[in-house]
Nanobody, 118 residues
Framework: VQLQASGGGLVQAGGSLRLSCAAS????????LGWYRQVPGKQREMVAL???????TYADSAKGRHTISKDNAKNTVTLQMNSLKPEDTAVYYC?????????????WGPGTLVTVSS
């Protein structure tokens, strides 16, 4: 199983970015998809989650600005980030809790850098 993210980059404060992540491999079922972010020297933190039923959870910092969505047919998860702030600068990681090869496991993508300039 592999997770591959795309869509990071440099954007000015107030701008938008769209992150996408595709899960591939011998996947039977996906229970939870999410986005996390990490700044050097700090712990990785949750940004947004979406479960198999479409229910979503957002960090307080993301509420009202970002939207997580998924495409079950393509095993993809997307994070639409709007009204970006310099403090959103981080490496963003997609995450999946899924059933593959006979077990439930958590998988991480390699990370994509988002830089928001002031």
């Amino acid at each position: 199983v592999q997770l591959q993210a795309s869509g990071g980059g440099l954007v000015q404060a107030g701008g938008s970015l769209r992150l996408s992540c595709a899960a591939s491999g011998s996947i039977t079922s996906i229970n939870l998809l999410g986005w996390y972010r990490q700044v050097p020297g700090k712990q990785r933190e949750m940004v947004a989650l979406i479960n198999s039923g479409g229910g979503t959870t957002y960090a307080d910092s993301a509420k009202g600005r970002h939207t997580i969505s998924k495409d079950n047919a393509k095993n993809t998860v997307t994070l639409q980030m709007n009204s970006l702030k310099p403090e959103d600068t981080a490496v963003y990681y997609c995450n999946a809790y899924l059933w593959a090869l006979g077990s439930w496991k958590t998988y991480w993508g390699p990370g994509t850098l988002v830089t928001v300039s002031s």
